[in-house]
DNA sequence: CGGAATCCGATCTGATACTG
DNA sequence: CAGTATCAGATCGGATTCCG
């Protein structure tokens, strides 16, 4: 495999569950922070704000924040996460339309009978 | 966000830095175990045994194991993971090219100037 | 409202040693 | 060759508390 470990890293990270969710929630329009984690069910407040934090650092979101009391942040795609928007709803949609093969497949892998033990 | 936990663990899983190699890897042909080794540069053997698995149960892989001395066992694509390849090169392709972008991205981040410290 | 900081158990991962 | 078993260090991730 000729790509390198950096390229890998990146691939974590954009593959990683809430990344792909936060990009997809993007989509149509910016969010604030409480509407992130309204929309993305289960996101705990800290694995929000990592991610949102690694997805900016990768120049993938845009925040703006707002200097007004209470405070309002935006997040928007920049136009290089709308490249990977497509790639990541490919994704989401490749796995909403296969849920029950995977299932399937999964139930069959476990209840797979055990390997006889070794006699002696 | 109407997407179930379940189908979040799944593109968790295939989106791990490792899952995705391996798929892009039995794109033309099955491979062995040591061959995946070799090509995925710097996977572990537990990473790439424990990766094997999970694609295996989730139905993307097959494991297939020739009764011989010394062991060949062989992996390739079923026709589910044939399917997700295409999404996951697309993946692989994209950050390939927007490694620079991204690789800018984060000097700029990182290089921003720290905000002003509170005056008391 | 939108975080940051801390604590801490759970999980992941690599290294190493061993095996059929 | 293709693993399994085990252990220790690293990282993840939720809960909680506090702040401008």
Redesign the pocket.
Known sequence: MTTNCKAREVV?RIG???AIYVISSLDEHTM??????KTID????????????SLERDGLIR?T?YPV???????ALTPLGRTLLEVVSTMVHWTDEHMAEIGAAQSAYDSRPEPEP?EQ
């Open positions: 974590g990683s569950k809430w604030r922070f409480g509407d992130l984690k289960g996101i705990s407040q800290r694995m929000l704000t990592v991610t949102l934090r925040r924040v009391v209470p405070p309002r942040v935006e997040y070794i």
